[in-house]
T-cell receptor
Framework: GNSVTQMEGPVTLSEEAFLTINCTYTATGYPSLFWYVQYPGEGLQLLLKATKADDKGSNKGFEATYRKETTSFHLEKGSVQVSDSAVYFC???????????FGTGTRLTVIP | AAGVIQSPRHLIKEKRETATLKCYPIPRHDTVYWYQQGPGQDPQFLISFYEKMQSDKGSIPDRFSAQQFSDYHSELNMSSLELGDSALYFC???????????FGPGTRLLVL
């Protein structure tokens, strides 16, 4: 079956620290992979995506590379800001699928 | 850019009552998805529609039903509400054949 496993939070970092949130997946096919972010009291926003192996998704300083050999899609940012404080969800979808499978989410808090 | 619109944003109901949630997709998007996010949980897929036909079904209770109308908006009808139905309900939309789902702000349902 399909599943996504994220590193457990919460994660607390100082401003300008380096961020890594680990995400690994299990899928029957060759899925597309996503990172969504949920700010307090808001909906889910697409942060970045990758649709095939070795693709790198990037947006707002965040990056993630689709690693088929390790079935991973780790989220990284070189220098976090207080405004990055949010819950981050890793997700996958099978080709031609409709169901996004989400990880459990990782809460990030960035302190000044 | 226009986003997914959901109404109402907040809803309070009592047990055994009914509720109707509405979703207006991004213009020219023909596929709509519904997700349920319990407190502190990851979003769970309920159901999806493509071109007004049900395209996939997830963990949607039999007490719930949904449909997509000719203008592509969708409604989620929830009957015999239970305390456990209290959650954030997201609608997402996409354009046929595209895997990226764009989420609305959600409807927060509280069942007392």
């Amino acid at each position: 079956g399909n599943s996504v496993t994220q590193m457990e939070g919460p994660v607390t970092l100082s401003e300008e620290a380096f961020l890594t949130i680990n995400c690994t997946y299990t899928a029957t096919g060759y899925p597309s992979l996503f990172w969504y972010v949920q700010y307090p009291g808001e909906g889910l926003q697409l942060l970045l995506k990758a649709t095939k192996a070795d693709d790198k998704g990037s947006n707002k300083g965040f990056e993630a590379t689709y690693r088929k050999e390790t079935t991973s899609f780790h989220l990284e940012k070189g220098s976090v800001q207080v405004s990055d404080s949010a819950v981050y969800f890793c997700a996958l979808i099978e080709p031609l699928g409709y169901n996004l499978f989400f990880g459990t989410g990782t809460r990030l808090t960035v302190i000044p | 850019a226009a986003g997914v619109i959901q109404s109402p944003r907040h809803l309070i109901k009592e047990k055994r009552e009914t509720a109707t949630l509405k979703c207006y997709p991004i213009p020219r998007h023909d596929t709509v998805y519904w997700y349920q996010q319990g407190p502190g949980q990851d979003p769970q897929f309920l159901i999806s529609f493509y071109e007004k036909m049900q395209s996939d079904k997830g963990s949607i209770p039999d007490r719930f039903s949904a449909q997509q109308f000719s203008d592509y908006h969708s409604e989620l009808n929830m009957s015999s509400l239970e305390l456990g139905d209290s959650a954030l309900y997201f609608c997402a939309s996409s354009s046929g054949g595209q895997e990226t789902q764009y989420f609305g702000p959600g409807t927060r349902l509280l069942v007392l």
